[in-house]
């Protein structure tokens, strides 16, 4: 089985940094993704990592340490739009995708 | 090109009824699969295939059936419907067999209400 762990909700500014944590228990371990859920729509793909480090894509980068079991997802320059649940999502041995409860991210002017 | 397309998007069931919500995937992607999304539960995986003939349970499968005739289509079948399957429906395909690999593109979601 998995266990996915993510804050519930986070707070912060416009033009700032936010880091949303995500901790995972799994019996085997072959990637972790992140997506984005804007209110009402689907979910988007943001990132994904297999291997230990930091991946950078723009304004978004995500890391991961698989000894830990432990992701991140780091936002900078924040903008209204950013506003939405951030999912961490992690596959085990097999072909299930299995998503965590998501953070609901709110950026304030 | 359409992506990832659901019907019904919106629903209202009686206790009891069956129904089936329509999924298709006009990008050639193997796998597909289907999770609901209830708040503060998350998106929770129902069923997957990783091609044409071939489904397998995911987390919570029980009152819903799936079936794979063609790589295109993913229907999901509720036997009767209960107040408990009331939950936001989302479809999901990757162009690898291996979700492990590949984005998972969704589709626009179908809103069920059982009542």
């Known amino acids: 089985g998995q266990n996915i762990d993510q804050p519930t909700e986070m707070t912060a500014t416009e033009g700032a940094i936010v880091q949303i944590n995500c901790t995972y228990q799994?019996?085997?371990?072959?990637?972790l993704f992140w997506y984005q859920q804007h209110a009402g729509e689907a979910p988007t793909f943001l990132s994904y990592?297999?291997?230990?480090g930091l991946e950078e894509k723009g304004r978004f980068s995500s890391f991961l340490s698989r000894s830990k079991g432990y992701s991140y997802l780091l936002l900078k320059e924040l903008q209204m739009k950013d506003s939405a649940s951030y999912l961490c999502?992690?596959?085990?041995?097999?072909?299930?995708?299995?998503f965590g409860k998501g953070t609901s991210l709110l950026v304030t002017p | 090109n359409a992506g990832v397309t659901q019907t019904p998007k919106f629903q209202v069931l009686k206790t009891g009824q069956s129904m089936t919500l329509q999924c298709a995937q006009d990008?050639?992607?193997?796998?597909m699969s289907w999770y609901r999304q209830d708040p503060g539960m998350g998106l929770r995986l129902i069923h997957y295939?990783?091609?044409?003939?071939?489904?397998d349970q995911g987390e919570v499968p029980n009152g819903y059936n799936v079936s794979r005739s063609t790589t295109e289509d993913f229907p999901l079948r509720l036997l009767s419907a209960a107040p408990s399957q009331t939950s936001v429906y989302f479809c999901?395909?990757?162009?690898?067999?291996?979700?492990?690999?590949?984005?998972?593109?969704f589709g626009e979601g179908s809103r069920l209400t059982v009542l």
């Open positions: 999901a395909s990757s162009y690898t067999p291996d979700p492990n690999t590949g984005e998972l593109f």
């Open positions: 799994t019996s085997g371990f072959n990637g």
């Open positions: 990592n297999v291997l230990d």
């Open positions: 999502a992690v596959t085990d041995s097999g072909y299930a995708l299995n």
């Open positions: 990008m050639n992607h193997e796998y």
């Open positions: 295939s990783v091609g044409a003939g071939i489904t």
